[in-house]
Nanobody
Framework: QVQLVESGGGSVQAGGSLRLSCAAS????????MGWFRQAGGKEREFVTT????????YYADSVKGRFTVSRGNPKNTAFLQMNSLKPEDTAVYYC???????????????????WGQGTQVTVSS
């Protein structure tokens, strides 16, 4: 079992920045990718980004490329999502998730992830 806890959400004006954190506990050995997804009201949960265990591969959704940066901390059971140049359409609940295939599968699919956090709200006003 892995427990994931996100933090750092909040409200910001368009053009602003936020930094989300995700801390994993429990089974933290074995190497896993850490992904971020988001879900806006009435919409499906969508892929944002993922980073492999060693940080050697990173993938981003087109909608956030150049604005968001994912990273892993030290120890590796932490991950961060730096969000810059935020837009109102970035408003959503953001979730981190652990992928024990280490992004070797369909990393953009929610089905690929084994454990999820409870989510943190990000609201961007215009």
């Amino acid at each position: 079992q892995v427990q994931l806890v996100e933090s750092g959400g909040g409200s910001v004006q368009a053009g602003g920045s936020l930094r989300l954190s995700c801390a994993a506990s429990g089974r933290t050995f074995g190497g896993y990718a850490m992904g971020w997804f988001r879900q806006a009201g009435g919409k499906e949960r969508e892929f944002v980004t993922t980073i492999t265990w060693n940080g050697d591969r990173l993938y981003y959704a087109d909608s956030v490329k150049g604005r968001f940066t994912v990273s892993r901390g030290n120890p590796k059971n932490t991950a961060f999502l730096q969000m810059n140049s935020l837009k109102p359409e970035d408003t959503a609940v953001y979730y981190c998730a652990a992928d024990f295939k280490n992004a070797r599968g369909n990393y953009y699919s929610t089905a690929e992830y084994d454990y999820w956090g409870q989510g943190t709200q990000v609201t961007v006003s215009s």
